[in-house]
C-alpha cells in the first residue's frame, strides 16, 4: 500500500468518526429517570439534524467497513498459518479493546449511578441490581458504551473472513451482487452481524486485491463534482422525507443510494486536498480511535446535562446539537494527549496500539 492511499484511508477514518459523534448527537428526544423531554425541534431544526446525522453521516459506518475489509485482505494469507496469524493479531486490536472498554462503561454507570444527584439522568436498570446474565449480556453483546457494536461486528466478520475471502474470489462479482441485493430488500440485521457490515466489508476485501486496488487511485477524482452534486441532492430528498415523516420503501432506497454516492464523493474530494497540508496535520489521524471509544457516554451526559440547564427550545436543542460534539471531541483529543504520556503502556493494552 503506497503513502497516498495509507494517509487517505486515515484521513477518512478520521472524517468517519466525527461524523459519528454528530450521529449520536441527535437530540430529537431526551430520556430521563423522570420521563422523556420531547418539544422545542421545529421543522427547521429537525431538518437540520436529520440533513447532518441521518443524511451526510450515514456514509461513516460503511465507510469504517470498507476501510477495515480493505486493511485485513490486503494482506490476507489464506493458509492455515497466515489466518491463524490474522486472528491473533485481531485479539490484541480489537478483542481487548472491546472488552476493556465495555467494562469502562458498566463501571462508570454504576458508579455514576450510585451518586443521587446523578441518578435521574440515568434511563436503563442500575447496575447493581444486575443478574449474572445482565452482566454477562452488557460486556460481551451489548455494551452500554453502545458504539462498541461496530467491533463486535467486525469480530464476527474476522471471524468468518476465510469463508468470505473465499466467496468474494471464487463467485466473480456474484456474491457482492447478492449482499447488493439483500442490503437493499432485506431486513436490517443478521443473527451475528448487519448485512451492511457483511457488505462494505466484502467489498473492502475485493478491492484489497491486486486487480481492483488501482480504482482506489486518483481515476474519479475528476468526476467529484457530479458525485457531490447528487449526493447532496440525494441527501435533501431523504432529509424531506424524513423531516415530514414520508417514508417508506423510497426512503430506504435513497438512504442506501446516498451512501454509496457519498462514498464516492468523499473518495474524490479527498483529492482536491494538497498533499502537504494533508502530512502536516496528519497527527491528528492517530485520535481517530480514542474518539471513538470514548465520545459515548460522555456526549450523552453533556447533552442531557446542557438541556437540564437549558430546557428544550429550539435553540437550545440546534445549539447543543452543533457544539456538544465539539466539546466531546476536544475532551477525548485531551484524554489521549495526557494519558499517552502519563501512561503509554496502558494506553497501548487499551486501544489494541492504536
Known amino acids: 500500500m503506497n503513502d497516498y492511499l495509507s494517509y487517505k484511508l486515515k484521513a477518512l477514518s478520521l472524517v468517519a468518526i466525527i461524523l459519528v459523534v454528530f450521529i449520536h448527537s441527535y437530540n430529537v428526544e431526551i430520556k430521563f429517570t423522570t420521563g422523556t423531554l420531547t418539544g422545542g425541534t421545529s421543522h427547521s431544526v429537525l431538518f437540520v439534524e436529520n440533513f447532518l446525522s441521518k443524511g451526510i453521516a450515514r456514509i461513516a459506518v460503511p465507510l469504517f467497513y470498507l476501510i477495515s475489509g480493505f486493511l485485513f485482505y490486503v494482506t490476507f494469507d489464506f493458509s492455515l498459518k497466515g489466518v491463524f496469524n490474522k486472528y491473533k493479531k485481531r485479539i490484541k486490536i480489537l478483542v481487548i479493546p472491546y472488552l476493556f472498554w465495555s467494562l469502562y462503561g458498566v463501571l462508570l454507570f454504576f458508579l455514576l449511578q450510585s451518586i443521587p444527584q446523578s441518578k435521574n439522568f440515568f434511563t436503563r436498570e442500575l447496575i447493581k441490581d444486575y443478574s449474572f446474565s445482565q452482566f454477562l449480556d452488557t460486556l460481551l453483546i451489548n455494551p452500554i458504551t453502545y458504539q462498541l457494536w461496530f467491533i463486535r461486528d467486525l469480530i464476527m466478520l474476522v471471524v468468518f473472513s476465510p469463508l468470505i475471502g473465499f466467496l468474494t474470489k471464487s463467485s466473480k462479482g456474484m ?25 462494505f466489508f466484502t467489498v473492502g476485501g475485493y478491492l484489497a486485491s491486486e486487480k481492483s486496488q488501482p480504482l482506489l487511485n ?32 423510497v426512503l430506504n432506497f435513497l438512504n442506501n443510494t446516498g451512501i454509496v454516492i457519498g462514498i464516492l464523493a468523499v473518495w474524490s474530494l479527498y483529492d482536491l486536498i494538497d498533499r502537504n497540508q494533508i502530512r502536516k496535520y496528519s497527527a491528528f489521524f492517530a485520535y481517530s480511535f480514542m474518539i471513538y471509544v470514548f465520545h459515548e457516554p460522555l456526549l450523552t451526559i453533556l447533552v442531557k446535562g446542557m438541556f437540564f ?22 475532551i477525548c483529543v485531551a484524554l489521549r494527549y495526557l494519558w499517552i504520556r502519563i501512561a503509554p503502556r496502558f494506553y497501548d493494552f487499551a486501544t489494541g496500539g492504536r
Open 175 to 199: 456474491w457482492i451482487f447478492f449482499l447488493v441485493i439483500l442490503w437493499y430488500v432485506a431486513p436490517k440485521t443478521f443473527e451475528l452481524f448487519s448485512n451492511e457490515s457483511l457488505l
Open 309 to 330: 440547564m437549558w430546557g428544550k427550545t429550539n435553540t437550545s436543542a440546534l445549539l447543543i446539537y452543533l457544539f456538544a460534539p465539539l466539546f466531546t471531541i476536544a
Open 218 to 249: 486518483e481515476g474519479i477524482s475528476k468526476y467529484w463534482l457530479y458525485f457531490l452534486i447528487a449526493w447532496l441532492v440525494t441527501v435533501l430528498l431523504t432529509t424531506y422525507l424524513l423531516t415530514f415523516d414520508r417514508g417508506g420503501p
